[in-house]
């Protein structure tokens, strides 16, 4: 048995899905109470990470997770990785590209998925690390200006190698189910590198219309999302690719490694899910 943590973002229904499709293995959900979407084809557990009588419930009977960690501090990762290690004999943790990097103590989202990796190997449970590049799916938080205005307004990050979900969840499958796996750290990224005009560029050819990018300060940014009424340290992490991420030349290989197939292009991406921009 299989438990997916994360089932329902952009990453772990895509986990789902592949392994519904390999077929041969149980695989269950944990759903958190009150979420709209329940899985179909699979086991769902009602929990969630900050409810560890719920946690402990979901992880009976299973022998691997997958865990995605959606919080800004590791605070409670201790007991989180506890009560998995009392059940499962394997995890699969998707981290970031940036873990071990020149960037990794100025930048807080690495400097996170840095201490998990650390809290994962201490708590002694066999793992695999799905270090991902940033993943094409956080485009999706520009969907309501490019409908209402065909303008992306925000802070100019690096370019990076952007990969699909579908690709960063086609290694994850792999992951879970092949025990030659155990201990592997995966370097994920897609094809090429590309920047945020690029992409916005990309989406406005999926869906037939003219988009631009326009940059906006950091300090601007910062003003108005704490406006806004972002908690600090939400601010922080959403700025932190802007104000402390270089150009990025990282290109791996390891999807078509790991799954026999290229990498999907950032093209490939926003025509897949030009409906979320019209």
Do not use: K
Not at 79 to 93: D, F, K, S
Not at 170 to 184: E, I, K, M, S
């Amino acid at each position: 048995m299989i438990l997916v943590i994360g089932a329902t973002g952009n990453v772990g229904r895509h986990v789902l899905a592949e392994l519904s499709a390999s077929g041969g293995t149980d695989v269950r959900a944990l759903v958190r109470p009150g979420g709209q979407h329940r899985p179909d084809g699979v086991d769902v557990a009602i929990g969630s990470l900050d409810d560890l009588d719920s946690l402990a419930t979901a992880s009976t009977g299973v022998t691997t997770v997958f865990l995605v960690w959606p919080y800004l501090t590791t605070d409670h990762a201790p007991a989180v990785l506890e009560t998995i290690g009392h059940h499962a004999q394997r995890l699969v943790y998707l981290s970031s590209v940036g873990v071990g990097g020149p960037e990794e103590q100025e930048d807080p989202i690495f400097r996170l998925h840095a201490e998990m990796e650390r809290l994962i190997d201490e708590c002694g449970i066999p793992r695999s690390v799905l270090r991902s590049d940033t993943i094409a799916s956080n485009t999706l938080g520009w969907a309501e200006q490019i409908r209402t205005a065909g303008v992306v307004r925000g802070p100019l990050t690096a370019a990076t190698a952007v990969i699909d979900p579908r690709d960063v969840a086609a290694v994850a499958a792999r992951a879970l189910t092949d025990g030659a796996q155990v201990g592997a750290v995966h370097l994920l990224t897609g094809p090429r590198v590309i920047s945020r005009p690029e992409q916005v560029q990309a989406i406005g050819a999926a869906i037939g219309r003219e988009l631009r990018f326009e940059e906006v300060p950091v300090p601007d940014a910062r003003a108005g999302m704490l406006a806004e009424g972002r908690p600090p340290a939400l601010v922080d992490a959403l700025l932190s690719a802007a104000e402390n991420r270089s150009a990025s030349t990282l290109v791996t290989p390891t999807v078509a490694d790991v799954t026999g197939r290229p990498p999907y292009d950032f093209q490939q991406w926003a025509r897949d899910h030009r409906a979320a921009f019209r």
